[in-house]
C-alpha cells in the first residue's frame, strides 16, 4: 500500500502503542515545515523529520517547535530536524514574495486568506498604517489589492521583522506598477517626449508612498509618524492588542476603519473584544461603532483568532 501520511511512514520506526501519538497536521512555511512532536515521541524526531520530506517532495527543511511563542517579539524556537540546514525560506502568498525566518520572526501562514480579505476592502488613495508589522504580509498584500493607496506606513519593533520588511519590499518593488501614478508619470514622459526609465520611476513611487519604521509605536508616534493621520489601520499583534487601541484612536482619522486582533475563549465571543474597543474609546474620549467581530482561526479546542472591525465617529 502507497504511503501517503506521516502516520504511513511513522509504521515503519514507532511502536504500535505510540502512534496515536505521532502529529496529524503541521505548518508549512515556503518550503519549510514546522511541526510539534509530543514527548512520548520525541526520540524519534530526526525519523519523524525524514519522513515528513517523503510526504510532501515540496517540504526542504523540517523543523521542530520547542516551547511556546514567548517575549516581546512573540516568537518561538524552533529546532533543526531534516532537510537543508537553515531557518530562513521564500513564502509565497496571494501573489506576493516573503523572505522570512520563522524563528526570529512571529508570521503565521494561516492569516493569508484574511490578509487577502481585507486588502480587498481598503479604498483607493487611503492613508494606510500597519502597526506590529513584521516582515510585511499586511503590507504587501494591501500594495497588491490596492496600488493605488496615498500612503502605507508599517510599523515593527523587531529589528528581525524589520530586516526582512526591507528585503521583501525589493521583492515586491513593482506592484505599484499597477497604480494609476505610475501610469501617470509613464504618460507624462511619452508627451514630452523624454527617455522612461521605468526602475527610476518605480523607486521614486515606492519611496514616496511605502514606509517602514523600525520602531516602539509609541515612540513613533512622537517622533515617525508625528502630524500624520490615518484612514485605515490594522493591529495584526497575536496578543495583546487591545493595550494599543490608545495609539490608533490618537493616529485614526474621523471615521478610520481600525482592525483590532484578539484572541478569545468560545464564551467570550464577541462581547470581550467588542467591550475592550469601547472601554479604551471612552477612556481617551473617543466613540466607535463597531463593524463585525469575526473568527479568523482556531488557536486550540474553544480558543479563536478574531479580529474586530471597528470605526471611529
Same mark, same amino acid.
Given at each position: 500500500?502507497?504511503?501517503?501520511?506521516?502516520?504511513?511512514?511513522?509504521?515503519?520506526?514507532?511502536?504500535?502503542?505510540?502512534?496515536?501519538?505521532?502529529?496529524?497536521?503541521?505548518?508549512?512555511?515556503?518550503?519549510?515545515?514546522?511541526?510539534?512532536?509530543?514527548?512520548?515521541?520525541?526520540?524519534?524526531?530526526?525519523?519523524?523529520?525524514?519522513?515528513?520530506?517523503?510526504?510532501?517532495?515540496?517540504?526542504?527543511? !523540517?523543523?521542530?517547535?520547542?516551547?511556546?511563542?514567548?517575549?516581546?517579539?512573540?516568537?518561538?524556537?524552533?529546532?533543526?530536524?531534516?532537510?537543508?540546514?537553515?531557518?530562513?525560506?521564500?513564502?509565497?502568498?496571494?501573489?506576493?514574495?516573503?523572505?522570512?525566518?520563522?524563528?526570529? !520572526?512571529?508570521?503565521?501562514?494561516?492569516?493569508?486568506?484574511?490578509?487577502?480579505?481585507?486588502?480587498?476592502?481598503?479604498?483607493?488613495?487611503?492613508?494606510?498604517l500597519v502597526m506590529f508589522s513584521g516582515c510585511g504580509?499586511?503590507?504587501?498584500?494591501?500594495?497588491?489589492?490596492?496600488?493605488?493607496?496615498?500612503?502605507?506606513?508599517?510599523?515593527?519593533?523587531?529589528?528581525?521583522?524589520?530586516?526582512?520588511?526591507?528585503?521583501?519590499?525589493?521583492?515586491?518593488?513593482?506592484?505599484?506598477?499597477?497604480?494609476?501614478?505610475?501610469?501617470?508619470?509613464?504618460?507624462?514622459?511619452?508627451?514630452?517626449?523624454?527617455?522612461?526609465?521605468?526602475?527610476?520611476?518605480?523607486?521614486?513611487?515606492?519611496?514616496?508612498?511605502?514606509?517602514?519604521?523600525?520602531?516602539?509605536?509609541?515612540?513613533?508616534?512622537?517622533?515617525?509618524?508625528?502630524?500624520?493621520?490615518?484612514?485605515?489601520?490594522?493591529?495584526?499583534?497575536?496578543?495583546?492588542?487591545?493595550?494599543?487601541?490608545?495609539?490608533?484612536?490618537?493616529?485614526?482619522?474621523?471615521?478610520?476603519?481600525?482592525?483590532?486582533?484578539?484572541?478569545?475563549?468560545?464564551?467570550?465571543?464577541?462581547?470581550?473584544?467588542?467591550?475592550?474597543?469601547?472601554?479604551?474609546?471612552?477612556?481617551?474620549?473617543?466613540?466607535?461603532?463597531?463593524?463585525?467581530?469575526?473568527? !479568523?482561526?482556531?488557536?486550540?479546542?474553544?480558543?479563536?483568532?478574531?479580529?474586530?472591525?471597528?470605526?471611529?465617529?
Amino acid at each position: 500500500m502507497k504511503k501517503t501520511t506521516l502516520k504511513d511512514w511513522a509504521e515503519e520506526f514507532i511502536p504500535l502503542e505510540k502512534l496515536d501519538f505521532v502529529p496529524r497536521s503541521f505548518e508549512i512555511v515556503g518550503d519549510i515545515a514546522i511541526v510539534e512532536i509530543p514527548i512520548e515521541i520525541e526520540d524519534y524526531d530526526k525519523k519523524i523529520g525524514d519522513a515528513l520530506l517523503k510526504v510532501n517532495t515540496a517540504i526542504k527543511v !523540517v523543523l521542530k517547535k520547542s516551547g511556546i511563542h514567548k517575549g516581546e517579539f512573540r516568537t518561538q524556537d524552533l529546532i533543526w530536524i531534516a532537510g537543508e540546514n537553515r531557518k530562513e525560506t521564500l513564502y509565497l502568498e496571494n501573489g506576493i514574495k516573503l523572505k522570512v525566518n520563522p524563528e526570529t !520572526v512571529y508570521f503565521s501562514p494561516r492569516l493569508s486568506t484574511e490578509r487577502a480579505f481585507l486588502s480587498e476592502q481598503v479604498i483607493a488613495n487611503s492613508r494606510v498604517l500597519v502597526m506590529f508589522s513584521g516582515c510585511g504580509p499586511y503590507t504587501f498584500n494591501i500594495l497588491k489589492k490596492q496600488p493605488n493607496v496615498k500612503l502605507i506606513d508599517s510599523v515593527e519593533i523587531n529589528p528581525e521583522g524589520h530586516k526582512y520588511a526591507l528585503e521583501n519590499l525589493n521583492l515586491n518593488r513593482n506592484l505599484l506598477k499597477k497604480s494609476d501614478k505610475f501610469k501617470e508619470k509613464i504618460e507624462n514622459l511619452k508627451k514630452e517626449k523624454k527617455v522612461i526609465n521605468e526602475k527610476q520611476i518605480i523607486e521614486e513611487i515606492n519611496n514616496e508612498i511605502i514606509h517602514f519604521y523600525c520602531a516602539d509605536i509609541r515612540k513613533a508616534m512622537i517622533n515617525e509618524l508625528n502630524g500624520k493621520k490615518y484612514d485605515e489601520i490594522f493591529m495584526p499583534l497575536p496578543k495583546d492588542a487591545e493595550l494599543f487601541l490608545d495609539c490608533a484612536f490618537s493616529l485614526g482619522d474621523k471615521n478610520c476603519i481600525v482592525h483590532m486582533y484578539d484572541f478569545l475563549h468560545e464564551n467570550e465571543f464577541p462581547h470581550k473584544s467588542e467591550n475592550a474597543v469601547i472601554e479604551a474609546a471612552k477612556k481617551v474620549g473617543f466613540k466607535v461603532g463597531i463593524l463585525s467581530t469575526r473568527k !479568523v482561526g482556531q488557536y486550540s479546542p474553544r480558543k479563536y483568532r478574531v479580529c474586530c472591525d471597528f470605526k471611529i465617529l
